[in-house]
């Protein structure tokens, strides 16, 4: 066992301890917290993967940018005195069965793929994670797909300056 | 079961010296920064200043120190207690994690080792600037909203959305530098200012610098950008309910951001630790360390004093100017900054 299998490790129970405490944190502002430390920790794992680019852009537009905006809503709407919703014992059952069947799917897709069969992962030698590398596949191999969910982006975007603009 | 670990312990010991060395010097310069900062004000102001503690007061930020160690501690009834105390930590934080990346100088030859004066030298050494800068906003963040109190919650908004809309004029403004110099890395960025017949980066982005000075000026809180704690409208802000240490550590933590976004700024257009008009290969390599150091810190000192000159100089900008200077003035100027240099690196080509 090196350091790098510790480091997985650990980094793996943190990512799954925080995971289960963002869904049973009573107060969303915790769950936002949590949620965080979760993006840290598959950070982390990128950086195992020697994808540093990726681990570091991760690092900027969720933990530093889309976590922010969550919290601003969460801190100013102030959730803690509204009424819990939905509290149907039956509505629970029915999510925890339509979850573990998305889970069973995801599993098996997953094992069966043929990308995965017989593949291991390459430890902190891989290079495609670098950003040399990663730019020029983005901009040769996979430009079409980078350019058009770049213009959703955008449309996105001019929605949101649409939709906001209605009121006033 | 015992599992054996490898590790270079010499070069453990060594980033470990290389990191307290930085931290201690960060705060010792932070410490001091308040101090300058008082005596700038006077001056400024036709005042004398602390005087004191010591000749020329000089021991001034020590007793400042003393006492809100010795300050009474007081933690609001109905906040939270865990969060209340990690706002603080995390200011602080965020502000000395910075300093991995920066190079302060170059190789120091020491019993037969050649050590590098930069703790980690990343190939991406920008994004984790950027990165530890936006996570900057969760110190503010979180102890406004601990507080339990409106002032602070509302100066933690400001604060937060100030940042988030300073960063994207910073990040475009970054991108026009990052064309030109081809590399992430901030060694390299500075190596290539060294070169002969290479000008520093400020000859070739002059509008980026301003951009990203005016930005990082917005980043650290600082007037005329200081909406956060503006005193006579949200009471003290975001701080207003903490005391003793709690309180030290959030105002520390803006002296060491703009110690660090002065260090920045300077590798990034000033050549870092290039002394003008003296060759360094010509010297020994301890030799070219030493007055590397020194023009560096030098570089960083005025770029404090620039820092504290603006702010006794210009008066707080309301909500809105603010906003519509980011949004409307920066980010347009940023944008089209990153087009012309685009241009012509293509036409050069």
């Keep these: 066992m090196d350091i790098t299998t510790i480091v997985f490790w650990f980094l793996s129970a943190l990512a799954l301890f925080s995971a289960i405490m963002v869904i049973t944190r009573k107060n969303p502002i915790f769950s936002v917290l949590w949620l965080i430390i979760v993006f840290f920790a598959i950070s982390g794992h990128y950086l195992l993967l020697n994808a540093q680019f990726l681990a570091v852009v991760n690092i900027i537009v969720y933990a530093g940018a889309i976590m922010v905006l969550f919290l601003f809503v969460l801190m100013m709407m102030n959730l803690e005195n509204l009424p819990v919703v939905n509290k149907n014992i039956w509505m629970k059952f029915l999510g925890v069965i339509s979850g573990g069947l998305l889970l069973c799917i995801l599993v098996s897709t997953s094992k069966s793929a043929a990308d995965m069969n017989l593949k291991t992962i390459i430890m902190k030698e891989g290079n495609i994670g670098l950003i040399e590398n990663l730019g020029k596949v983005l901009f040769t191999k996979y430009a079409l797909p980078f350019e058009i969910s770049s213009i959703l982006f955008l449309s996105a975007m001019v929605g949101a300056v649409v939709i906001g603009k209605k009121e006033s | 079961m015992m599992f054996l670990l490898t590790i270079d312990w010499a070069f453990f010991l060594e980033k470990l010296i290389l990191i307290a060395i930085v931290i201690t010097l960060s705060l010792v310069i932070a410490m001091y920064a308040t101090y300058a900062e008082r005596k700038i004000a006077a001056f400024m102001q036709d005042r004398i200043g602390p005087n004191r503690a010591g000749p020329f007061g000089i021991l001034q930020p020590l007793a400042d120190g003393m006492k809100l160690f010795f300050k009474e501690e007081i933690i609001p009834n109905h906040s939270n207690r865990f969060l209340f105390i990690m706002g603080p930590a995390l200011a602080m934080l965020t502000a000395m994690m910075t300093c991995a990346v920066i190079p302060w100088g170059n190789k120091v030859e020491l019993f037969g080792r ?89 000859a070739y982005q002059p509008l980026g610098f301003l951009i990203f000075f005016i930005c ?134």
């Design chain 2, 114 to 202: 050649s050590i590098p004066l930069q703790i980690a030298d990343i190939n991406i050494g920008i994004l984790y600037i950027f990165a530890v800068v936006s996570l900057g906003v969760y110190g503010i963040m979180i102890g406004g909203w601990a507080s339990n109190n409106k002032f602070s919650l509302l100066a933690a908004m400001r604060g937060a959305s100030q940042v988030i809309s300073y960063e994207l004029a910073m990040g475009i403004s970054l991108i026009a530098l990052l064309m030109l110099t081809g590399s992430l890395s901030l060694k390299t960025i500075v190596e290539q200012q060294m070169q002969a017949g290479h000008f520093w980066n400020i």
């Design chain 2, 216 to 349: 990082a000026m917005a980043e650290c809180n600082r007037a005329p950008f200081d909406l956060p704690e503006a005193e006579n409208e949200l009471n003290m802000g975001y701080h207003q309910e903490y005391s003793s240490m709690k309180l030290g550590f959030y105002l520390f933590a803006e002296y060491i951001n703009m110690f660090i976004s002065s260090a920045v700024i300077v590798t990034l257009f000033f050549g870092g630790y290039d002394m003008p008009f003296v060759n360094e290969t010509l010297l020994t390599p301890n030799m070219a360390a030493l007055v590397g150091v020194i023009a560096f810190f030098a570089k960083i000192f005025i770029f404090i004093f620039i820092f504290m000159w603006i702010r006794w100089t210009l008066p707080r900008f309301r909500y809105d100017q603010l906003m519509n200077l980011g949004w409307k003035g920066l980010i347009l100027l940023a944008l089209a900054n990153m087009l012309i240099t685009a241009a012509i690196i293509l036409y050069r080509m």
